[in-house]
């Protein structure tokens, strides 16, 4: 059980490393599908939101990990 | 395929596993200087056994999932995976937490597996075997997901697995001969790589499969890869200048 929590834990961790960047990263891609599917803009524009918006969520997390000190 | 099409996946998948290989090759060579190579080897071989099981497992699956909601779903978690990566290899880069350290982790191993003979002599073989299962499969389960990863989304998987079979060759061939803990492998500047790079594949697939048509197709890739070096250079250059304003 434990080698199967472990793992379990291994699997989480490889994709939830933080968790305020996994969230942010998940609303920019849901906002961005919608922007695609629902809305009668050229497709580019949630294109271009999801790309802008996951290098500003980096710089963003980057900035502020460093302000706090904590990895 | 083409050679430019199957490149980004073959490098991606060999330096990703270069990077989780040399961490595994660290954990089974302290097991195999402590308790020779009998017990790590056989753990090896059964991690690599249960990595081929998930791989027979999963593999035919895939097959059966549309293609772009297997882009969509491998894109975005392409894109935690490499952006999680790209953060921690810059705030290395900054100095907000230590580097990786593969003499340190030998060490740790080392002495994680005395503590266990003195305590339990009788199944100290076992608990070796174990240590070098456990890490060939925790390391093993990102090289799968990387390969998958890379690979599934155009039909690249044999590229993919190429390059992180040379990865573990390589390893293996160096370790072989200098018989200690990699730890002059530029790992850090490896993970920024990889992270930029998968990065830049998760934007991609996950675009694609929100029904976005990306200029230049598969060319984007390499812009979406410029911008993710850049905004990781300059997040590791922010992160460093706000570390010495708040020290």
Do not use: Y
Not at chain 2, 57 to 67: A, H, Q, S, Y
Not at chain 2, 82 to 106: Q, T, V
């Amino acid at each position: 059980m434990t080698m199967l929590n472990e793992l379990a834990a291994e699997l989480i961790g490889m994709f939830v490393g933080e968790k305020r960047l996994t969230v942010a990263v998940l609303t920019i891609v849901a906002v961005a599908g919608s922007l695609v599917n629902f809305t009668d803009l050229n497709s580019l524009v949630g294109g271009a939101l999801l790309l802008f918006g996951c290098l500003v969520l980096l710089i963003e997390n980057l900035c502020r990990s460093a302000r706090a000190g904590v990895s | 395929m083409t050679w430019s099409t199957a490149a980004p996946a073959l490098t991606a998948a060999f330096l990703a596993s270069l990077v989780e290989v040399v961490e595994a090759f660290t954990i089974v060579l302290a097991v195999a200087t402590l308790r020779g190579w009998r017990p790590a080897a056989l753990g090896t071989t059964a991690g690599l056994a249960v990595l081929a099981g998930i791989v027979l497992l999963l593999g035919p699956l895939l097959d059966r999932i549309p293609i772009t909601s297997l882009q969509l779903a491998i894109g975005i978690l392409l894109l935690l995976f490499g952006m999680g990566w790209l953060r921690k290899a810059s705030l290395r880069a900054a100095g907000i937490i230590p580097l990786h350290d593969e003499d340190a982790i030998f060490a740790t191993e080392a002495a994680a597996l005395s503590d266990e003979a003195r305590r339990r002599q009788q199944s100290l073989g076992w608990a070796a075997g174990i240590t070098a299962l456990k890490a060939v499969l925790l390391e093993g389960l990102e090289v799968v997901f990387i390969v998958i990863a890379v690979g599934a989304g155009r039909g690249l998987l044999v590229p993919a697995s190429v390059g992180a079979l040379a990865a573990c060759a390589l390893v293996l061939a160096i370790g072989a001969v200098v018989h200690r803990p990699l730890s002059r492998v530029p790992e850090n500047l490896l993970k920024f790589g990889v992270g930029v790079m998968l990065s830049a594949f998760g934007v991609f697939w996950t675009g694609e499969g929100l029904g976005i048509a990306w200029p230049g197709q598969d060319a984007a890739l390499l812009l979406f890869a410029a911008l993710f070096l850049g905004a990781g250079l300059i997040g590791s250059f922010l992160a460093r200048k706000l570390r010495v304003e708040f020290a």
